[in-house]
C-alpha cells in the first residue's frame, strides 16, 4: 500500500523565518512530487511540483527531492502570517491517481 | 494554472434527499476526474475516479450506489448523493488533470469544494 507520511504539527515559525517542511513516501516507482496549500475550509491550491533530484526554487517556495531516501521538503523563506495553512504532500507514479499525506500545519506568528 | 469549477459551494438538505454536485474543467478537457471527501481536520479522501465515457472506479469501501458519479463530457462530472444521511455531511472536492498534457508532469487542479450539510 503505497503511504505518504508528514508530521501533523502544527509547526510553529516566527514572521520572517524560515519553514520546512518534510515528507516520506513508500513507493520507490514514484515519479512525481507535489506540494498543496490548503487554507481551513478551502480546497487544496497546488504550489510546487518537483520530478527529479535536487532543489526546484520558485519565488519564496523550494521543493526538494532525494529519490534515493524517498524524501521531498518544502522550504518556504520568508515566512508571512498569511503562509499560515495546511501543507499536503502528493506523490504519484506515472499518471495514476495522487496519494496524499495527511498534512502538516504550518502557524507563522507575526 | 488549470481551472476547475464546482457547484455548489454549500449546500444544506434534510435527510433523505439527494443532492448533485457539479465539476467542470473550463480550459482545458478531462478524461478523468477524482472526487474527494474530507471531514474537519481530517486529509483528504479519495472515493472515485471518474472516468469520461464509461463507469467510474470507486475506492474500497465508498457505495456505489450511494455516490452516484457520471463523466458525460470531457469537461464535466457529477457526484449525486444519494438519500443524503447526516453522516455524509462533508465537505467534497472535485480534481481533474489536463489530458492534453499541457499542465505538465501530472499536477491536479482542484474545484472550490462543496460543502454539504445534511440536517
Known amino acids: 500500500q503505497k503511504e505518504v507520511e508528514q508530521n501533523s504539527g502544527p509547526l510553529s515559525v516566527p514572521e520572517g523565518a524560515i519553514a520546512s517542511l518534510n515528507c516520506t513516501y513508500s513507493d520507490r516507482g514514484s515519479q512525481s512530487f507535489f506540494w498543496y496549500r490548503q487554507y481551513s475550509g478551502k480546497s487544496p491550491e497546488l504550489i510546487m511540483s518537483i520530478y527529479s533530484n535536487g532543489d526546484k526554487e520558485d519565488g519564496r517556495f523550494t521543493a526538494q527531492l532525494n529519490k534515493a531516501s524517498q524524501y521531498v521538503s518544502l522550504l518556504i523563506r520568508d515566512s508571512q502570517p498569511s503562509d499560515s495553512a495546511t501543507y499536503l504532500c502528493?506523490?504519484?507514479?506515472?499518471?495514476?491517481?495522487?496519494?496524499f499525506g495527511k498534512g502538516t500545519m504550518l502557524l507563522v506568528s507575526p | 494554472g488549470a481551472v476547475v469549477s464546482q457547484h455548489p459551494s454549500r449546500v444544506i438538505c434534510k435527510s433523505g434527499t439527494s443532492v448533485k454536485i457539479e465539476c467542470r474543467s473550463l480550459d482545458f478537457q478531462a478524461t478523468t476526474m477524482f472526487w474527494y471527501r474530507q471531514f474537519p481536520k481530517q486529509s483528504l479522501m479519495l472515493m472515485a475516479t471518474?472516468?469520461?465515457?464509461?463507469?467510474?472506479?470507486?475506492e474500497q469501501g465508498v457505495e456505489k450506489d450511494k455516490f452516484l458519479i457520471n463523466h458525460a463530457s470531457l469537461t464535466l462530472s457529477t457526484l449525486t448523493v444519494t438519500s443524503a444521511h447526516p453522516e455524509d455531511s462533508s465537505f467534497y472536492i472535485c480534481?481533474?488533470?489536463?489530458?492534453?498534457?499541457?499542465?505538465?508532469?501530472?499536477?491536479?487542479?482542484f474545484g472550490e469544494g462543496s460543502r454539504l450539510t445534511v440536517l
Open positions: 471518474s472516468n469520461e465515457g464509461s463507469k467510474a472506479t470507486y
Open positions: 480534481s481533474a488533470r489536463d489530458s492534453l498534457g499541457r499542465a505538465g508532469g501530472g499536477e491536479l487542479f
Open positions: 502528493a506523490v504519484s507514479s506515472g499518471y495514476s491517481t495522487l496519494t
